[in-house]
Each structure stands twice: as C-alpha cells, then as structure tokens.
C-alpha cells in the first residue's frame, strides 16, 4: 500500500508529535462519536506507553467481545487488571512498562462514592437500597460519564500509574462527561426536593404550599410510590452532598491540569470531521483544549490519478470496438480494473479533501495522526500494534 | 431503524423512505436523538418538532422528550405547572426516577401518530444500537415500576404496539464488520427476548461492489488475487491484449487497489456469512458509495438498490394499508 499524502505540508507541521504527547501525560481522554475506533484507539494508545516503559492503564466502558478477550479481559470489574505482558512486550521494549486494562462499572463505582461518604454504614446501606438512587446509579444520563471521570480521579491518585487513557462513554452525546459532574450535582441540591425533605431549614410556609401542589400533581402521573421513594433517597441522603461537590471540583481539577489531554478520534466522512471540530469547540469552550486528532480508517490511495480521469478511461475502453487481437473479455477485465482504481482514488481523495485544514482548525499545536483503513478488522494485539505504529510514525 | 453508530442508519433511513414514497405510501421520518444529517441529506434546515416536508411523500420532524412532555401535559390537563415543572428542575428527577419516562414520551407520542393515520408509513431513526435497547425497553419497565396512572396507560398501549407485527418492525443496519455485526446481533437477541417486537429484514450496509452478486471473483481477473505479482502480470496482459498500454506504475497501482478490496471483500462477505448464521432473517445489501458525500443522488441509489431486493422478499416489507412503526 502506498503511504499517500495525508496533506501534512511543512506550514502546518504540528509542534507535538504524539510519542511527545504520550510522553508529557498523565491522562488522555479520547472522545469522539460512536463508530470511529475510539476504544481500539485508546487501547493502541495503552499499549505504546506501555511498550516504552511506562505504566499504564486503558479503561473502558464497553469493548467488543473480541478486543475484551484479546486484551484478557474478564468482563465488569471493580479493579484494574493486569495484562500479560507475553501478550503485548515485545524484544526491544523497556522492562519497566505496565500495561493494565479495566471495564467500567459505573454502578459499582457510584456504590463506593456513596459508601465513601456516607456517615457510617447505615446511611450508605439506606442509600444503597433505594430505588430512586438504584435509577441513578444505573439509569440517569449522564452517570456512566460521571464516573468514567470519578475512576479517572481514583487511578489519577493512586499513583500506580504513569498514563491513564480513558476511553469515553458511547453516549447520546460525546461529550457529556464534561457536564456530568454538574449534572448530578444540580440533580442532589434540587431546591424542592429539600424544601420537602427539610422543611425545618425552609421557615417558608408558602413556598411548602406551592412545593405541596407541585408534588400531589407529579403523584398524579407517576404514582405516590415513585414521589416516596425519592422523598426517602433525599432524606437518606442529607449530609452527603457537601462531599460528592468537593470530589466533582477535583474532577474538574484533574481534568484541567496541564498532564491531562484531549485526544479526538474521527474517521474521515465529512459527518465525523464536523463532529469533531464541534467537540473540540464545546471542549474548547469548557476551557480545555484538544492536543491530538487521530483520524481513522482513512482508505488508502494508490498512486497519484484523479478517479474521475480514470474512470473516463475504463468508459472509453468499454466503448472500443473488439477485434481479433483485442478481445471484449481483456478490456472488460481492464476496464473493471480500472474502474476499482477510480473507486479509491475518489473515496480517498474526497477524505482528503474532508479532512484538509482540520488541523489549523482545531489550532496549532494538536498533533495529528492517520490511521489507514486496514485490510482486516482490529481484534488482536498484533493489530493493536499495527496502528500503533501507525500513529507514532514520525511524520514523513 | 436502529444500529451502531457509524454505519449509516439516517442514511438507510432516508433510501427506504423514498422507496415507500415511490411506490405511493406518505412516509414521516421521526428523528429521535436531535440532530442525525438526515436534513442535510435532503438539502433543508435541520428538523424541528413540527413537521417538514422533505420530499414528496416524505416528511420529517424530530420528536424531543420535552417538547413531547409539555405537549402531552397539556393533553391532560396538566398544563399549567409544565412550565413550573421545568423550571423547578424537577422534571429531572422524576425522569430520572422513573427510567424510561423520557423515552416512553417519545414513544407515546410515535404511537399517537400511528394511531392518527396521518402517514401510511413511519420511520424512526432510532438511537445507537446500545440504547435502541433501552429505548424500546423502557415502556416495559415502566409498567413494572409505576403502578397506576396515565402514564401507565402510555406504557401499555406503547407495548401493544410494538408486540404487534403489523403495526411495528424493528429493522437493523449494520456494516459488514465484526463490530457492528455482533452488537447487531446482540441488539437483535435483546430485542426479541425483552422487547418481543418483531424484526424486518436487516439491512447490510456499505458492501463493496464486487460482493454484490453479479461481478464475481473470477469477472476480477483469473489468477489468485493475493498474488500480486500474477496480479500484475494479468493487468498488465490485459492492457497489451487491449491495445492500451499501461505504465508499470498504473499496473502496481491498480493491482494494489484491487487486492485491497478483494482483501476487504473477503472480511465482508465473512461477517455477511456470519451473520446469517447467526440471525436467520433476511438480509438486504447496501453498495458502499465511492463517489459521493451522502446527498440527494445517493439516497436515490441506494434506494434502487433497496427496491431491487426488496421486490425479491417473500413477505412484502412495505405496501400494507396501515400506518406500520419501524
């Protein structure tokens, strides 16, 4: 396959590369839409720092079954673990490199924020049990985010790693993990919910009254059941938001320290690229920024010819008359022939097109990586590898 | 319509619209995870809850658990504290108490329209594959978790719908690639077993031509086409046989292009195979468009390629009378 030219001219050279990027972190959050390799990408990421000696983690939400098995994955765990390093070292590598992996369970992980700041067992076991936490803990939008973020300060602290590569949600919308520690926190300090639950802070008859009509109409649609259960989370719950506020701060500390980076996966369809450069606005807006692009499954080129030229060339050669010495199956043949070389060189040169400039787009500086479209899908660690090597190649 | 996320499905969405439309059916396409390129794919401004027309015969909107909520408060008298609700940040806890009441708006308000037989056909566009499950899930779990009330009612008229055949199809997309195919799988099982709705044909999208049927193997030129240099040798016989010369460098790109999709086939055709084996429904396939950004254009071909197949089913997918839910 020929190396094509991805559009990397000398004016716009990035100033990092990514080996330097890898090397400067202590977290990277990949984020992007869904479909675009974003776990295999975090798991190549992984594996590279590994390989260079440092200790590092992938943690992800939902792998697919094949990558979980090639990676020895057992399946949820409350605990990182360990990969073989026969799976993945290979002759040349630092010794001193660690690899681990781990699936999120956001629910698990909720459980242990709420057991952590609970006055005692009794209060976490009240909280525990309640229905209206149990829909928190595995139904709100948002959670899963939340306590991708909230392992990610855990791992941060713990100090056995050197890099921790986060692997994003598939939500609804990429990029609700920057929002969701303020969404639950606005959820838990709900202004009725505790003129409800602690009326004696409130001394407002009135405001109570208007709480009261409120919550009789709601018990009209969802039933009485629903409106206690949450009553009893609120009451279970007092006391317990000063601390979940404090560790939303330094999740938000975490993210904004100058070792955590942001690394966009995309793949290069015009939908995808727009996506990302509106992530890396939204990301901007949050006062983050972005310092990596890795651009997947871009198809390859082969050779330099415009696909419209070459297609025009098959047609005419269709269009010959056939004689003796030209027989219509050879030109047939050809013309096919030609025609799968003007298939990839549209596609590609159209991706190209797509992708042209996104990275003065997303500003100078970020670091920008193109993965080709491989032949064969990604499932094992040698691929892993391939596109490792892949995004570490210096650029040509 | 549901699918992982990347494989097309607004896409599949808007190619079998316009093949309900040509034969005659009004369709409305429902867009239910905001903004899905559907609008730019017909050239117009993205969607709003009141409804467009996209194209003759098909009109679209996007259906918002909120603005379905204050729609059905209103419908049941309970308009004057919406506004309140929303503002007081309550709303957000009971969605969150009560899992699956902003999908079971959104469901309910399908299921109004359905019922209204304003459109002889309706397309969902429905969330990523993952949550496609949970989406189409919540009106049970609703039944179980609130005991009385309108919404109940909702939720069970919402189930009789999707348990009914000949008023809701589930139809997957998916792309010929590992990934995909088992979570279409997965997604396939999950909705049979929880959901009990039944499911259309599923639709393989992105194959690339020399898959689909006709143009074989042996069309591509003879000899073992991992063989590059015999690839090349054949190439480059051919160009002479032709009387069209070929450079040395047109020959080694070409035989290079043609391995790579020969190569790519084969892991298509593979999972295609795959996932026969383990879904036993009938498959429509979707040509991988090389020349174009999804436009106008390609819904229409992609469109003669549904239609196509579609003539070929045993069970006629789309003409019935009633309104039909997928």
Known sequence: MNKADLGTSAEHQPAITFASLLAESHVIICAGSGGVGKTTTAAALAIQAARSGERSIVVTIDPAKRLADALGLPGLAPDPVTIDEHLWRRSGDSASGQLSAMMLDPKATFDALVARYADGVEQSERILANSFYRSISSALGGTQEYMAMEKLHELSECGDYDLIVVDTPPSRNALDFLDAPERLLRLLNNRVFRVITAPARTGFRAAGVAVQTLVRAISRVIGTEVVDDIVAFFRAFEGMEEGFRERAVSVRALIAESTTQFVLITSPRRDAVEEAEYFAERIGDHGYRVSGLIVNRVHPMFGSEHGDTLRSRAAALRGLPATESAPASARDRLSKHLDVLADFQSVGSRERHNLDGVQLRLGRGAAVAFVPFLAMDVHSIEALDEIAALIFAAPS | ?326
């Open chain 2, 1 to 326: 319509m549901a699918g992982k996320g990347g494989v097309g499905k607004t896409t599949v969405v808007a190619a079998l619209a316009v093949v309900a439309a040509r034969s005659g059916l009004s369709v409305l396409i429902a867009e239910v995870e905001g903004k899905s390129g559907l609008s730019k794919a017909f050239g117009v401004n993205d969607l709003e809850y009141e409804e467009i027309v996209l194209s003759k015969g098909i009109s679209a909107r996007t259906l918002t658990p909120d603005a379905a909520l204050s729609e059905w408060l209103q419908g049941n008298g309970l308009g004057r504290i919406a506004r309140r609700l929303n503002a007081s940040g309550i709303l957000e806890i009971v969605a969150t108490a009560v899992p699956g009441m902003k999908d079971i708006l959104v469901l309910g308000k399908i299921k109004g329209l359905e019922q209204s037989k304003a459109f002889d056909l309706i397309l969902v566009d429905a969330p990523a594959a993952g949550h496609a499950v949970s989406f189409l899930t919540s009106p049970l779990g609703l039944l179980e978790a609130v005991g009385v009330g309108p919404i109940k009612t909702q939720a069970s008229d919402v189930v009789a719908m999707l348990s009914d055949p000949s008023r809701a199809q589930v139809m997957l997309v998916t792309t010929p690639e590992e990934t995909p195919v088992r979570e279409a799988i997965e997604t396939a099982f999950a909705l049979e077993d929880r959901v009990g709705v039944a499911l259309g044909p599923i639709i393989v999208n992105g194959i690339y031509a020399d898959d689909l049927a006709s143009t074989s193997e042996n069309d591509l030129g003879k000899p073992d086409l991992f063989d590059h240099t015999a690839l090349q040798e054949s190439i480059s016989r051919d160009a002479q046989a032709s009387g069209y010369p070929l450079s040395a460098r047109e020959i080694s790109d070409i035989a290079d292009a043609v391995s790579f999709r020969h190569a790519r086939s084969r892991v298509q055709s593979h999972q295609a195979d795959e996932l026969s084996k383990s879904l036993p429904i009938p498959q429509l396939r979707l040509p991988y468009l090389f020349d174009g950004e999804i436009g106008f254009p390609q819904i229409e071909r992609l469109a003669d390629a549904l239609s196509a197949q579609i003539e070929s089913l045993s069970d006629p997918l789309i003409g019935e009378p009633a309104g039909k839910n997928e």
